[in-house]
């Protein structure tokens, strides 16, 4: 997901080859697969054969039969287990049943690998040339089991959730032919060649594994096509929504998701793809998604996203999946290079796929008018301002959190995500590129900016173009050609270390400061009215939903002196039943006050009196000009 839900979603980056690449020049050797499949480099013998029935869009249930061509002998199967985005072993193997193996209509039985959960191993018998696999994917009922991503009016497709394949091979140089049925009178959208069509049974034309599963398919009973570029490499909108009406686009959405794809042309020069599909989902009941693909990306936003009448905090969100072809599928670091789903990959430059790419995310949806200057400033401040009072950044540095997602396997909701730290290579990622981004227009006297490096960095993309690979000493390198200094002590400064360099300094160097102030920040009013809560982290430390429930306290805050904790309930606010405007006035009332805020909480079946002793009042993060300085901020936010 090269996002996090609403508002960090991502694009969490794409870790195999594009979809349209031949060797990866410069490859490192591939990974050795089992002993018991060893990794082969010739093409896999035959088609394999999908056909994938998900149209049971009531019990959300996708019916799956592969082919597959095999000969006699031991033979393992893998189920994807590190999922293209994810930057994690995050295959869902939990969510499949009913697996059964047949060859010449007679039953094979598999056995489980015990020390590895996504291989299945079987004897294929003497004169079976093809076995046959049937299984369920039971795509989850509830967010509570995970992605929700079958609804009564729309649905994904992702093809590593509904498919087995032979190990030991490069995904490559495995070929399928993928049919896929749908609800009758849906639409779709796929970077895939639609071969034919049988009533609702759409037969795609065959392809590589990798293509495959890098080519998700999106279809809604409400569905519509803009177009936002129809020249030689065209990139299309493909929407589908709850209901028609929010399909409504407004002329000045359609116009900033066009200017995006023309400021993105600017930065990074020519396009890593034949055909680009942006892939939409606007909904209350469909799971947020941000997913990277080279030719397509999978999103999922607010249900009147295209009307203009959602929270804006989000609108970053096309342009980080879609800086994702150049950075992540063209241009991706070696370390994440497999030739297959079913190895491990080194995350220690995701600071850069993910970091910069989220930099660029920003600067873009400014740039192309997805926000207004105004906008893009408070929404740097709430990330400025969170990053530099996290007192994380104490113990965990920003390298360290390129490993998130394995360390935080199952997704479970941190107690203390301010002291535990978490994705941080987005956001903190993106302020250190901000600080690159400065630094080049500082020291060059505004001759040469972060622009000028994407373009360079990203030299050589085109659609047939294979996937490019990088290590540290390459950006180093790049930085160096297009302004000389010592960036590897730079960035190292920045990545190693606790409490490494201030996330502040290249906010400063382009010209603006952080300060605080009772005004609201817009981006932070818009969050709470989106995620209904009220945001309280930067005077008393605690953010609460309106139902009383704490979401967030922030670890030596005031509130946690006091004792608070995430998942308590705030019941009253100085013997008042709470509500999220009388803890704003207690806390506006305390700093004329002698007395501390009271407030009575719920932690299970105990209620508890707590007394938060506070003095300075509201505080929101804004950005302010220094005085004599160069603006160089709103250089970087301008269009090109």
Same mark, same amino acid.
């Given at each position: 997901?090269?996002?996090?839900?609403?508002?960090?979603?991502?694009?969490?980056?794409l870790?195999?080859?594009?979809?349209?690449?031949?060797?990866?020049?410069?490859?490192?050797?591939?990974?050795?697969?089992p002993?018991?499949?060893?990794?082969?480099?010739?093409?896999?013998?035959?088609?394999?054969?999908?056909?994938?029935?998900?149209?049971?869009?009531?019990?959300?249930?996708?019916?799956?039969?592969?082919?597959?061509p095999?000969?006699?002998?031991?033979?393992?199967?893998?189920y994807?287990?590190?999922?293209?985005?994810? +930057?994690?072993?995050?295959?869902?193997?939990n969510?499949?049943?009913?697996?059964v193996?047949?060859?010449?209509g007679?039953?094979? =039985?598999?056995?489980?690998?015990?020390?590895?959960?996504?291989?299945?191993?079987?004897?294929?018998?003497a004169?079976?040339?093809?076995?046959?696999i049937?299984?369920?994917? !039971?795509?989850?009922?509830?967010?509570?089991?995970?992605?929700?991503?079958?609804?009564?009016?729309?649905?994904?497709?992702?093809?590593h959730?509904?498919l087995?394949?032979p190990?030991?091979?490069?995904?490559?140089?495995?070929?399928?032919a993928?049919?896929?049925?749908?609800?009758?009178?849906?639409?779709?959208?796929?970077?895939?060649?639609?071969?034919?069509?049988?009533?609702?049974?759409q037969?795609?034309?065959?392809?590589?594994?990798?293509?495959?599963i890098?080519?998700?398919?999106?279809?809604?009973? +409400?569905?519509?096509?803009?177009?936002?570029?129809?020249?030689?490499?065209?990139?299309?909108?493909n =929407?589908?929504?709850?209901?028609?009406?929010?399909?409504?686009?407004?002329?000045a959405?359609?116009?900033?998701?066009?200017?995006?794809?023309?400021? =993105?042309?600017?930065?990074?020069?020519?396009r890593?793809?034949?055909h680009?599909?942006?892939?939409?989902?606007?909904?209350?009941?469909?799971?947020?998604?941000?997913?990277?693909?080279?030719?397509?990306?999978?999103?999922?936003?607010?249900?009147?996203?295209?009307?203009?009448?959602?929270?804006?905090?989000?609108?970053?969100?096309?342009?980080?999946?879609?800086?994702?072809?150049?950075?992540?599928?063209?241009?991706?670091?070696?370390?994440?290079?497999?030739?297959?789903?079913?190895?491990?990959?080194?995350?220690?430059?995701?600071?850069?796929?993910?970091?910069?790419?989220?930099?660029?995310?920003?600067?873009?949806?400014?740039r192309?008018?997805?926000?207004?200057p105004?906008?893009?400033?408070?929404?740097?401040?709430?990330?400025?301002?969170?990053a530099?009072?996290?007192?994380?950044?104490?113990?965990?540095?920003?390298?360290?959190?390129?490993h998130?997602?394995?360390?935080d396997?199952?997704?479970a909701?941190?107690?203390?995500?301010?002291?535990?730290?978490?994705? %941080?290579?987005?956001?903190?990622?993106?302020l250190?590129w $901000?600080?690159?981004?400065a630094? !080049?227009?500082?020291?060059?006297?505004?001759?040469?900016?972060? %622009?000028?490096?994407?373009?360079?960095?990203?030299a050589?993309?085109?659609?047939?173009?294979?996937?490019?690979?990088y290590?540290? %000493?390459?950006?180093?390198?790049?930085?160096?050609?297009?302004?000389?200094?010592?960036?590897?002590?730079?960035?190292?400064?920045?990545l190693?270390?606790?409490?490494?360099?201030?996330?502040l300094?290249?906010?400063?160097?382009?010209?603006?400061?952080?300060?605080y102030?009772?005004?609201?920040?817009?981006?932070?009013?818009?969050?709470?009215?989106a995620?209904?809560?009220?945001?309280?982290?930067?005077?008393?430390?605690? @953010?609460?939903?309106?139902?009383?429930?704490?979401?967030?306290?922030?670890?030596?805050?005031?509130?946690?002196?006091a004792? !608070?904790?995430?998942?308590?309930?705030?019941?009253?606010?100085?013997? $008042?039943?709470?509500?999220?405007?009388? $803890?704003?006035?207690a806390?506006?009332?305390? @700093?004329?006050?002698?007395?501390?805020?009271?407030?009575l909480?719920r932690q299970?079946?105990?209620?508890?009196?707590?007394?938060?002793?506070?003095? %300075?009042?509201?505080?929101?993060?804004?950005?302010?000009?220094?005085?004599?300085?160069?603006?160089?901020?709103?250089?970087?936010?301008?269009?090109?």
């Amino acid at each position: 997901m090269s996002r996090l839900p609403l508002g960090l979603w991502c694009s969490f980056g794409l870790f195999l080859a594009s979809p349209l690449a031949a060797q990866p020049a410069s490859a490192p050797t591939p990974a050795t697969a089992p002993a018991s499949a060893p990794l082969s480099t010739q093409d896999y013998p035959g088609t394999l054969r999908l056909d994938v029935d998900a149209s049971d869009i009531d019990r959300r249930i996708q019916r799956v039969r592969e082919r597959i061509p095999v000969a006699a002998g031991p033979l393992t199967l893998w189920y994807p287990k590190w999922i293209p985005g994810n +930057h994690a072993p995050t295959g869902p193997i939990n969510q499949i049943a009913g697996l059964v193996i047949t060859g010449n209509g007679q039953r094979i =039985a598999w056995r489980r690998d015990p020390g590895d959960m996504y291989a299945f191993h079987l004897d294929v018998p003497a004169g079976v040339t093809e076995i046959e696999i049937a299984f369920q994917y !039971l795509s989850p009922t509830s967010s509570a089991q995970g992605r929700v991503a079958m609804t009564p009016q729309m649905l994904s497709l992702q093809w590593h959730r509904v498919l087995l394949y032979p190990a030991g091979h490069d995904a490559r140089r495995i070929r399928v032919a993928p049919t896929l049925r749908l609800p009758a009178g849906w639409e779709s959208a796929t970077a895939l060649a639609v071969e034919g069509r049988d009533g609702a049974a759409q037969r795609y034309a065959p392809t590589d594994l990798l293509t495959l599963i890098d080519s998700p398919v999106y279809a809604g009973q +409400h569905f519509r096509r803009f177009d936002l570029d129809t020249g030689a490499t065209p990139v299309r909108l493909n =929407a589908m929504a709850d209901t028609s009406a929010q399909l409504d686009a407004s002329p000045a959405m359609l116009q900033a998701h066009r200017a995006l794809v023309t400021q =993105a042309d600017r930065v990074f020069g020519p396009r890593p793809f034949a055909h680009y599909d942006f892939l939409l989902a606007l909904s209350d009941s469909f799971s947020g998604i941000g997913l990277e693909h080279r030719q397509s990306s999978e999103n999922g936003t607010y249900a009147d996203y295209l009307r203009g009448d959602a929270a804006f905090i989000d609108n970053d969100l096309l342009p980080h999946e879609y800086v994702h072809a150049w950075s992540g599928k063209f241009r991706r670091p070696e370390t994440t290079w497999a030739p297959h789903y079913n190895s491990a990959i080194d995350n220690s430059l995701l600071w850069v796929y993910e970091g910069q790419t989220q930099y660029w995310a920003v600067v873009l949806a400014a740039r192309a008018g997805l926000w207004t200057p105004e906008q893009a400033r408070a929404v740097l401040a709430n990330t400025l301002a969170t990053a530099a009072t996290q007192p994380g950044r104490d113990w965990r540095d920003l390298q360290d959190t390129v490993h998130q997602g394995i360390v935080d396997y199952n997704d479970a909701p941190q107690a203390w995500s301010s002291w535990q730290r978490g994705y %941080d290579f987005y956001s903190e990622g993106s302020l250190l590129w $901000l600080a690159v981004d400065a630094r !080049l227009r500082e020291q060059s006297r505004g001759r040469r900016s972060l %622009d000028d490096f994407a373009r360079r960095f990203h030299a050589g993309a085109s659609a047939d173009a294979p996937i490019s690979l990088y290590g540290f %000493d390459d950006v180093v390198r790049v930085l160096d050609e297009v302004q000389p200094g010592d960036w590897r002590g730079f960035l190292r400064e920045r990545l190693d270390g606790q409490g490494a360099a201030s996330p502040l300094d290249g906010l400063e160097r382009a010209g603006w400061r952080l300060a605080y102030t009772g005004e609201a920040n817009p981006a932070i009013t818009d969050a709470e009215g989106a995620g209904g809560n009220d945001d309280f982290r930067f005077s008393i430390g605690l @953010k609460v939903g309106s139902d009383g429930v704490i979401q967030e306290a922030i670890w030596n805050s005031p509130a946690f002196t006091a004792g !608070l904790a995430k998942d308590m309930t705030v019941i009253a606010v100085d013997g $008042l039943a709470y509500t999220g405007e009388r $803890l704003k006035r207690a806390i506006v009332a305390a @700093k004329a006050s002698p007395r501390p805020i009271e407030l009575l909480v719920r932690q299970g079946e105990q209620y508890r009196s707590v007394r938060i002793d506070y003095r %300075d009042g509201l505080r929101y993060p804004h950005l302010q000009r220094i005085p004599g300085a160069e603006d160089r901020l709103s250089k970087i936010l301008a269009p090109r």
